[in-house]
T-cell receptor, first 114, second 111 residues
């Protein structure tokens, strides 16, 4: 079974530029999560989708971050404009109730804002 | 959201058992206790989870206190490949199945 796929793996941008990250969850997983992990900290939940609807985006900085999940499968996380403090790893994860709601993570997209 | 408290770091010798503690005094009756670990430069991976009873799988054992306010992840024989950050997470069951990560315990395994 293929795991959670993310791209790009690494990205370096200047502040005020924009960036987008893509995630393809495990096939059939209805729930998709985006986490932000700053160096030395645990992952912080940014947004959680159930199929293509948002169930929690309370920690998403909506003035600069946006996310969508079209057709309940792939998802895109966008940052515009980026700030220096957005430098982090962006982790996508997915889960399904039939798998006990265990979440499976991708390898992450590493963002450096200079 | 219910929180967990873990030591920042621990050390263990290779081939010896490791007991990683977690306090979760505000746990509610329906919260599951999950453990994940994160190897360097990788996303977190599932280790084990439980509700009330002790659990065993091929990776580890989970011992849950009778009052559920604490739990311990047990690695029976630590290897160098077990060096990682271990996260204890309370998974809520109130609709959205949220996983809230703390700062975790960095385990160092000495050869």
């Amino acid at each position: 079974e293929a795991g959670v796929a993310q791209s790009p793996r690494y990205k370096i941008i200047e502040k005020r530029q924009s960036v987008a990250f893509w995630c393809n969850p495990i096939s059939g997983h209805a729930t998709l999560y985006w986490y932000q992990q700053i160096l030395g900290q645990g992952p912080k939940l940014l947004i959680q989708f159930q199929n293509n609807g948002v169930v929690d985006d309370s920690q998403l900085p909506k003035d600069r971050f946006s996310a969508e999940r079209l057709k309940g499968v792939d998802s895109t996380l966008k940052i515009q404009p980026a700030k220096l403090e957005d430098s982090a790893v962006y982790l996508c994860a997915s889960s399904h109730y039939r798998a006990g709601n265990t979440i499976y993570f991708g390898e992450g997209s590493w963002l450096t804002v200079v | 959201d219910a929180k967990t408290t873990q030591p920042n770091s621990m050390e263990s010798n290779e081939e010896e058992p490791v007991h990683l503690p977690c306090n979760h005094s505000t746990i509610s009756g329906t919260d599951y206790i999950h453990w994940y670990r994160q190897l360097p430069s990788q996303g977190p991976e599932y280790v084990i989870h439980g509700l009330t009873s002790n659990v065993n799988n091929r990776m580890a054992s989970l011992a849950i206190a009778e009052d559920r306010k604490s739990s311990t992840l047990i690695l029976h024989r630590a290897t160098l490949r077990d060096a990682a950050v271990y996260y204890c997470i309370l998974r809520t069951t109130s609709g959205t199945y949220k996983y809230i990560f703390g700062t975790g315990t960095r385990l160092k395994v000495l050869a």
